[in-house]
């Protein structure tokens, strides 16, 4: 069966500026390291995507429908299917003195952010330093070589997908997450593990909001539910009453201080 | 029925230091902004607590086993059943030289963090300084006027209130939390408002570990769900549409008025 709209894949990738040659995006991790664009925050391997979800540029979406599982294909995106034209209202030109003024040397190539936006410095002459604020890639053809390393077909694995998707995290091992569903409700138990996730809490209801509004967009599902389960553990009682009486000092004496001050 | 251990209860207090007649605590935010001691990082108004839980002082639970509903009481407690005996190994004699290196001018009454302990200094002659790093109450006699408000039967108000007890929030509406008892299971839904928290999920994770604690030791409950739903949205989108764009058109006229003054 062929890809289609609405399917969730998983897909390999390269991306190339024609222009150029030089590659600025893979999922594979060894061309990364070849190619002097690694990251270590990044996850390699093939992602999870829903065809049609906005989770790859547009343009490529249209063209991996109707390929096959396995299947490998080079496709072209020209700018305005890709990362846009490139809008000259975007480039500045700003007086030397400026970037004296804030003790920076500029010179061709350097990044600088203004205002929230990062532009790059083009050419610096006459006094005058010329920024662009324009997208890396913007105005650029570029050439994706592409596979579909799978086409999912279980709810489930569908489901676990999305979370490897968006509540990317090295910790959490995706054979643990739980995943039931009954008529047109997921529920999700994920990896004891993510229970103890730094981030703040809104921001992973920001990630399930995504998982809960891709699944329910492309899937039989009205309800998403995230569950954290605790259940009673047999023994152990004395060593948790000790914790609670030592938790217990610590903050009466915190609350004298600032009492004092 | 007079209250017993394992009895979920809200309660009313004011501890007094009997050597010396100050209120160090009360749950009266009159009382407490009358005798200088109000904190608006504290919630007052009646505290929910389990009678052997550990969440009072154990010299008090002791004493409200057997009082009744509305009853009032005036508890006095030593030392060894409040906050312990004075330990004169926590004093310590710190050469005036040790502060000076630190540019601190020492002065007595004021608090000193060390290690992470605080003390407070009792006393400065001789080029010597005396640091005091008992508990403030510790060696004190003190008295509470204690009224049990309410004996909690009905299960859920008895979740309910072990989750006022440990996620106090001021954004979180208690009647908003729903919560479902299936045999040992309870379910907790809490106010949608709790999503968007802050704090570290870790954080929050440990606030729900002590409510499933108390729930579990205390109710014939042996697991305890946080759930957090999302539900599809109909498809309203007429309307909603509608509302846009009236919201956006005012907003639209400012701008071009700005525009030309």
Same sequence: chains 1, 2.
Wanted: aromatic share 6%; charged share 35%.
């Amino acid at each position: 069966m062929p890809v289609k709209n609405g399917d969730f894949i998983k897909l390999e990738y390269t991306g190339k500026i024609i222009e150029t040659g030089d590659i600025f995006d893979t999922t594979n991790e060894e061309l990364a390291e070849e190619k002097g664009i690694f990251s270590d925050k990044k996850t390699y391997g093939p992602i999870s995507i829903i065809v049609g979800g906005g989770h790859v540029l547009k343009g490529m979406e249209a063209e991996l429908e109707g390929m096959e599982a396995g299947e490998e294909k080079t496709i072209e995106l020209a700018p305005e299917d890709a990362f846009g034209e490139r809008d000259p209202s975007l480039m500045q030109l700003v007086p030397m003195s400026e970037f004296k003024k804030q003790g920076i040397k500029p010179q061709v190539g350097m990044a600088i952010t203004s205002e929230g936006n990062t532009g790059i410095i083009r050419s610096v002459s006459g006094g005058r330093v010329r920024l662009d604020f324009n997208h890396e890639l913007a105005g650029k053809n570029l050439e994706y070589q592409v596979k579909v390393a799978e086409i999912i077909e279980d709810d489930t694995e569908k489901v676990k997908s999305m979370i490897d998707l968006h509540y990317p995290n090295p910790n959490l091992d995706s054979e643990k997450h739980q995943v039931t569903i009954e008529d047109d409700k997921v529920i999700i138990a994920m990896d004891e593990m993510a229970k103890f996730d730094q981030r703040p809490y809104m921001d992973v209801t920001m990630a399930r909001f995504r998982i809960a509004r891709d699944i329910q967009e492309n899937m039989d599902i009205t309800t998403v539910e995230f569950v954290d389960s605790f259940v009673k553990k047999e023994e152990v009682e004395e060593s948790t009453e000790e914790e609670v009486s030592t938790e217990e000092v610590p903050e009466k004496l915190t609350e004298e201080e600032t009492k004092e001050e």
